[in-house]
């Protein structure tokens, strides 16, 4: 196994062997699970097989989180520039983006050519658009890099689910308004994720179309210009979504709607959980504090990390946004989720089960210390809150 | 003309060239940038907290 050596300050010697390194080419081949179901399908005659990607995102993989349990690995500090600067790990990143184009491709020539009763072929949209969500987050990995080819990457596998504007709002409005009640994407105690979704959506393109517009007007061109890069990435979601379209008919409408919907849903359930409740404090001036690692919820269990290239590892992500996938650190006491973030999405799914879970221990984080002051609420709820959790008793964990 | 750089991720913001994407002539002074300026590549980092690089 390939040695990163650095040397530190005082003379001393550090190596780091990254134990996780070939297994990170399981995010690579995850975007493929449609076909799993279509082969199976193909070969016995039974559509129901379609459904099996749910199960394994949404029951084999929770299960596998809390059979193999979590992995605090982390790179030294002195080690991540050599990980990070290792082209071997981004490759992983630029080989995935194809492959999202065709598990899209494949599930709708599927569904747009075999005889699918209406629930395999609502489930194949399901699956298809589940997986081109996993493409936002590989989106996000290559949208958070200066070069232009990665940020080209990004582009087109956020076109796959006509999502073009994240990498714009994420970078620039998420990063910068984070855990705190303007930011759209960070979610507010006693807010469902169904009622988080409503300002979500809207909210991310306003911010995203207002930062992308802003940046024309300085440049002196008009907001429709051809260099909108908004306007490029949904182009060409029309030219992939119409091709399928025209290809396979008018069945492919419910088919993309579905398919969209879900992928978006798959990163407002992402967002949901990261920031559930989270609060950067303003000092006397109205200047908000710096994110700090206690700003974001964290994950460490190893195969939902592998999935989806440490998005879990959350409060490095937001400390150091430039920092690769591979070299994202855990620390510890930090908010932690319940389990890997498809364990959190089952939860989040179910608002009652999920007020249950984590505002007690929203509530229990020693920066909280059982202060609703310190925690971003949501208005509507803020007097039921103050009622139930108001004295300044700390609920135990 | 000075260069102003980013603590973080090491964006530089060379005044003498500016930072044309971001729709910023050359010669634009660093201090006349948007009060609201934050970093363009990591976004954490915010006017007030760039550092002179020369």
Not at chain 1, 36 to 50: C, Q, R, S, Y
Not at chain 1, 60 to 67: G, Y
Not at chain 1, 184 to 204: L, T
């Amino acid at each position: 196994m390939k040695a990163y050596v650095a040397t530190l300050q005082n003379g001393e010697s550090v190596r780091y062997v990254d134990k996780k390194r070939y297994l990170w080419t399981l995010a690579v081949f995850y975007p493929l699970q449609p076909f799993i179901g279509i082969g199976l399908h193909d070969v016995t005659g039974n559509e129901g097989w379609l459904l099996l990607p749910l199960l394994l995102s949404y029951g084999a993989l929770p299960l596998l989180d809390l059979i193999i349990g979590e992995d605090t690995d982390s790179p030294p500090e002195a080690i991540v520039t050599k990980l990070d600067a290792d082209r071997f790990y981004r490759r992983l990143t630029y080989a995935v983006v194809p492959l999202h184009f065709v598990s899209l491709i494949g599930s709708a020539w599927w569904a747009g050519t075999q005889d699918l009763s209406w629930w395999a072929f609502l489930g194949l949209a399901v699956v298809a658009g589940m997986t081109s969500g996993l493409g936002i987050n590989t989106g996000h990995e290559l949208g958070h890099r200066k070069s232009r080819l990665e940020r080209n990457l990004a582009k087109l596998v956020l076109a796959v689910p006509v999502y073009g504007h994240f990498w714009i709002e994420h970078n620039r409005g998420h990063h910068r308004d984070v855990a705190t009640p303007e930011d759209p994407v960070s979610s507010r105690m006693g807010e469902s994720i169904y009622r988080f979704a409503r300002r979500e959506i809207p909210g991310a393109f306003r911010r995203a179309w207002a930062i992308e517009t802003e940046r024309l007007k300085r440049r002196g061109r008009s907001a429709w210009d051809g260099e909108n890069q908004i306007l490029q990435t949904m182009s060409l979601s029309l030219v992939l979504q119409g091709g399928l379209l025209a290809a396979f008919g008018w069945r492919m409408l419910p088919f993309l709607i579905v398919h969209n919907v879900l992928a978006w849903w798959q990163l407002t359930s992402a967002n949901y959980v990261e920031h559930y409740g989270l609060l950067r404090q303003k000092d006397a001036a109205g200047r908000v504090e710096r994110c700090q690692p206690h700003h974001s919820w964290n994950s460490n269990h190893l195969v939902s990390n592998l999935v989806l290239f440490h998005l879990q590892r959350h409060s490095d992500h937001h400390a150091h946004p430039l920092r690769r996938y591979q070299s994202l650190r855990h620390y510890e006491n930090l908010p932690t989720l319940p389990s890997g973030y498809m364990g959190a999405y089952l939860l989040a799914w179910l608002p009652w089960l999920w007020y249950r879970v984590m505002d007690k221990r929203l509530l229990a984080l020693p920066h909280v210390g059982g202060d609703l002051a310190m925690i971003n609420v949501d208005p509507g709820r803020a007097a039921l809150l103050q009622a139930r959790y108001g004295s300044a008793a700390v609920p135990s964990p | 003309m000075s260069t102003y750089g980013c603590p973080e991720c090491g964006y530089l913001y060379d005044e003498n060239e500016g930072d044309a994407w971001e729709g910023y002539p050359p010669g634009t002074p660093f201090l006349s940038l948007p009060a609201d300026f934050a970093c363009p590549d990591c976004a954490i980092t915010s006017k007030d907290d760039f550092r002179l690089a020369d």
